[in-house]
Structures are given as structure tokens and as C-alpha cells.
């Protein structure tokens, strides 16, 4: 939503910035791609590898990816008959204005919605990895809390969305007029949106990273799990990169002919290049935010192929390395060589495979040990409580 005051001299022309109908459409097409991808890959795990039932991030992850492809889709249909993606300077025309406005107007309603989706879908996941047998543990009420208050920040923030103009929303794209007569002050609504969604970020960026080490695994193996959840960084400086452009326009103000956001500085009358910079990192962020969503539960599949598919070639190459090494020596002792290689491969033990893979010996791929797969499914008998 862009609204400006009084009509100051007009500054020099706009230069071209990395946001455009390029960028805009790659990123539309990228993560809605990559988002069903990495959905397929968690829905096979769950189908085919899983003995657990429906959990509730299962549920939420649904619309957090429906949300996620139709943000996808609509930045490439708004940047291909550009309403976004370019620039309206010196001025834009009453056409351009409507189709700007309804486009921000129902994107930035289902922003909220499909990041307060991820946000749960991930709460619910380490509820569901690392809750232990007792109802009253700090992870317990810490989690619950983050939980109330990303219901409460996403119902907040809709019906803030919805009703800026009150009951007449059409007053947000009319004119910029209306929208600074008749609507409440959009940008310090969305730079409270964006500064409470990063705060939050941050606390489930570090929720995990913390229970980790309360789990009874091997040392190697919180190491592995800590590194999937720190992919969670990621959607944090999405955020932030969210964040810095709402604050920068809310502390500038709209008096001044430049506006400074981010790296580039855009006229104030540019309505269409701050809204495409804004729209830019915002679905950066759902975008980023939705894949780290599925990674932990698509762990297991990525675990699994990874053995499938490296273990037997570093088994080869370290067998190569072993008879050469020894090539000089006499032929009993090769022979023994080879058979002692083959005894541990094929008889059970794997130790040779582990140190190369990093992960401890499997019994079957149809019955993982707790060790084997931290993320996927973490057996209630093996937490602390």
C-alpha cells in the first residue's frame, strides 16, 4: 500500500534496480517450484517410510503451500502485465493506480496468511519431535507460548489487512487520497507486521537449536540435526530483508522526493518500484520460509538416498585404497585384506561405511534406529523426559 503527501519537486529519473519483471518472475517461478518438490519428497517419506499417523503440521503445511505457489503465481502474472516489477514515475495513471492497489491489497492479506501457516507448521513439528513424556516441561510452555502468539499476531494482522480502510476497503486503492484520508497509516502497520514476524522468527530460528542437545543421541548426530534446523537462518534474514524496507520508509517519512530502501534510492511518487521492492522480499521470505518448513521431515528421504547412492562408491574407492596400500606386500596378507573388508560390508559391520557417511549402522531401512533418523521420527521411549 503506497500513500505519499503534497506533491514535492520531482527528483532525478529512477535507475534500474535488481527488482524487476525479471527478477520478480524468476523468483514467482523458483519457489513454487522448489516448494512442490520438497513437498513431494515429505509426502513420500510420510507415505511409503512413516509409521507415524497425521500429525498437526501435516495438516498446516497444506495451505502454507498453497499460499506459497499462489504468491508464486501471482508475482509472475503481476510482473508479466506489469503491475509490478517496473516504475511509475513521474506519475502513474488511474489504471495503473487500481490494479497496483487491488494487487497489494489481496497479496499482503494473503502474506500474513501464508507465513503464519509456515510459522505453525514448523511450531507443531517441534512439538512433535521434542516434547517430552511430561506435560509441564520448559520446551512445553515455551512452545505453547510461541504458538499463541503466532495465532495471535496472524488473526491480528488479517483483520488489521482487511479492514485498514475499515468497511470499505476500495478506499486503499481508489487514490492516495482516500488511502491517507480514509485508511489508517499502512506503512506503520506494515513495519509492526514485518518487526513482531521477525522477532518470532528468531525465537523458533533458536527453539530447536536448544532442545538438541537435551536429546539422547550421539554427539555427531546432534551435529547433523543442529545443521538442518540452522537452515532456519535463512528465512531470518529473509525476514530481516522484509523488515529494513517497512522501517525505512516508516522513519523517512513521505515528505522528502527520495526514498531510500534498501541498497536503491526511488522517487516518492515511484509507487510501483517501492511496492515491487517490498513484494520482492516479502515472498522471499514465504518463499525461503515454506522450504525450511519441510526439510526436517524430508530428512529421512534425503538421508536414505544420500546412503543409497554415496555409500557404495566411498565403499569402493576406500576397498581400491586398501589393496594398494598393500599391493607390495605378500599375497596371503591381501587376500586376508580383502576378506576381512568383506566380512565387515556384508557381515554387519559398517564402521568402515560410517565414518564416511556420518551415520551410525542400520539395521533395516524399513525400521530406522533413533540415532539413524533424529529428525523424522524421534521415538518417545528414547527422549528425556
Known sequence: ?????????????????????????????LFPTLAILMLGVRVYGFWWHSSRGIAV???????????????????????????????????????????LGKFEYAFWIGHVLAIGF????????????FKGRSERTAFDISNWILIILVTLWTVAFLFLEIFACGARPAASWESLESLRTKCMDTWALMAACATIS?????????????????????????????VVFLFSFFAVIAGLL?????????????????????????????????????????YMEIGIGFLISCVPRSAWVLDRFSLATLSPLFSKLRSFTS????????GSKVDQTSRTWETKTKGGDHSQRD?????????????????????ATMPEQNRRS
Open 323 to 330: 589393496v594398494t596400500s598393500l599391493s607390495g606386500r605378500s
Open 1 to 29: 500500500m503506497s500513500q505519499t503527501s503534497g506533491q514535492p519537486p520531482l527528483p532525478p529519473q529512477p535507475t534500474r534496480s535488481y527488482v524487476n519483471k525479471e527478477s520478480m518472475t524468476a523468483i514467482g517461478v
Open 57 to 99: 503440521d501435516d495438516v498446516f503445511v497444506v495451505p502454507a503451500a498453497f499460499l506459497s505457489v499462489a504468491a508464486g503465481v501471482a508475482l509472475v502474472v503481476g510482473a508479466q502485465t506489469n503491475i509490478i516489477g517496473g516504475h511509475s514515475y513521474p506519475t502513474i495513471a488511474r489504471a495503473e493506480q487500481l490494479a
Open 242 to 282: 522484509r523488515m529494513i524496507p517497512w522501517l525505512q520508509i516508516f522513519t523517512q517519512g513521505t515528505t522528502n522526493p527520495l526514498v531510500r530502501v534498501l541498497a536503491t534510492d526511488l522517487s516518492i511518487l515511484d509507487q510501483q518500484g517501492i511496492a515491487s521492492i517490498v513484494l520482492f522480499w516479502t
Open 198 to 226: 521477525w522477532v518470532l522468527d528468531l525465537a523458533i530460528f533458536i527453539e530447536p537449536l536448544v532442545m538438541i542437545r537435551t536429546l539422547n543421541m550421539k554427539f555427531k548426530r546432534k551435529i547433523q540435526a543442529s
Open 355 to 375: 565414518l564416511i557417511s556420518g551415520v551410525p549402522p542400520k539395521t533395516s531401512y524399513s525400521q530406522p534406529s533413533f540415532d539413524d533418523i533424529p529428525l
Open 118 to 129: 509456515i510459522k505453525l507448521t514448523l511450531l507443531f513439528l517441534f512439538r512433535a519431535l
